[in-house]
Nanobody, 113 residues
Framework: QVELVESGGGLVQPGGSLRLSCAAS????????MYWYRQAPGKERELVAT???????SYADSVKGRFTIARDNSKNTVYLQMNSLQFADTGVYYC???????WGQGTQVTVSS
């Protein structure tokens, strides 16, 4: 079965950095685009980063220049490097495969001073 397990979240000060990881299993990872979403408290889930099967990346305007999505197909893992974190980056971060319609538990990122 498909499984996507996010990790790497935590509590960080404004201006700090975190690297999130998403370990994928149960499908041919390299054949699918991968995404990172987040959901802030009281807000709708939003797409923050995309990486295609060929490595093309795109980002929400709010995170451009600060976040970097990457994938390692040999490890079936997608990453989100988050720099210069801001209060507005607080939320639960989820990874998603292109075909997948379900959400996992995500990983909590809290930016707080």
């Amino acid at each position: 079965q498909v499984e996507l397990v996010e990790s790497g979240g935590g509590l960080v000060q404004p201006g700090g950095s975190l690297r999130l990881s998403c370990a994928a299993s149960g499908f041919t990872f390299k054949n699918y685009a991968m995404y990172w979403y987040r959901q802030a408290p009281g807000k709708e889930r939003e797409l923050v980063a995309t990486i295609s099967t060929s490595g093309y990346t795109s980002y929400a305007d709010s995170v451009k220049g600060r976040f970097t999505i990457a994938r390692d197909n040999s490890k079936n893992t997608v990453y989100l490097q988050m720099n210069s974190l801001q209060f507005a980056d607080t939320g639960v971060y989820y990874c998603k495969a292109a075909f997948y319609i379900y959400w996992g538990q995500g990983t909590q990122v809290t930016v707080s001073s």
